[in-house]
């Protein structure tokens, strides 16, 4: 199945902010977004101006790490899924790495964030860079959420089950093919972990199923589900 996809590349210097479609897709993996009567990147828990509010020790808690930093897997963060929430002006990024070199074939998996983002750090990574994000949780597999049967089509990553309900959903009014979604079977970001994907202009329709893990949606007019 031919996949174009949206890589996001690190450039040398600081804050890395390229988006790229190419035949390649993102990185390595995905989770969903937010609850309520339409999901959105709004979700408080993660935001870094949440996080040392007057919720004291329980707030702190729920922060598994900072938004900003090198990390070293085992040591400073332990394996497993982190979300980050409420990233409004792209400028999120984060990066797996099999090492600490910081040179291109380092990266196993990558992305650049509006909205929400999930992440499965894996035990084999070494090293999770994250710039200019909030701040991440960890995600408890077990958790249940009220699911949304519309989203907000910049709002980046929503849970399957969780954050949005599967079903047929549509987006209206994409005026370039800057509108890109994807199908995704994990939150690891690599090609594997692709289902399906496509850039739009004009309307798309994409079937979501409970099988799905997560639904990326990057540029797109909002999504509501129509069967």
């Not at 399906?196 to 639904?215: E, L, P």
Request: aromatic share 6%; with cysteine; proline share 3%.
């Amino acid at each position: 199945m031919g996949m174009k996809g949206k890589i996001a590349l690190g450039a040398v210097a600081g804050i890395v902010v390229i988006g790229v479609v190419s035949a390649n897709s993102g990185s390595d993996g995905k989770d969903g977004g937010d609850k309520g009567p339409s999901a959105s990147a709004a979700h408080q828990p993660g935001a870094k101006n949440g996080s040392k509010s007057s919720g004291g020790a329980k707030e702190k808690k729920k922060a598994a790490f900072d938004g900003d930093g090198n990390f070293v897997v085992g040591s400073d963060i332990k394996p497993g899924t982190y979300r980050t929430s409420g990233n409004t002006d792209g400028m999120c990024y984060w990066e797996r790495a099999k090492d600490a070199e910081h040179k291109m074939d380092s990266i196993l998996a990558n992305d650049n964030v509006t909205g929400t983002s999930y992440v499965t750090i894996k035990a084999s990574d070494k090293l999770f860079k994250s710039s200019g994000c909030s701040d991440w949780e960890a995600v408890d597999p077990k958790a249940k959420g009220s699911p949304a049967t519309s989203m907000d089509g910049d709002g980046g990553m929503f849970k399957v089950g969780t954050d949005i309900a599967p079903g047929t959903y549509k987006s209206t009014g994409n005026a370039d093919d800057s509108c890109y979604w994807e199908r995704a079977k994990d939150a690891a970001h690599g090609l594997n972990s692709i289902i399906a994907n496509d850039n739009v202009t004009g309307s798309a329709v994409v079937t979501i199923r409970s099988s799905d893990a997560y639904f990326k949606t990057t540029g797109c007019g909002d999504w509501k589900k129509t069967a």
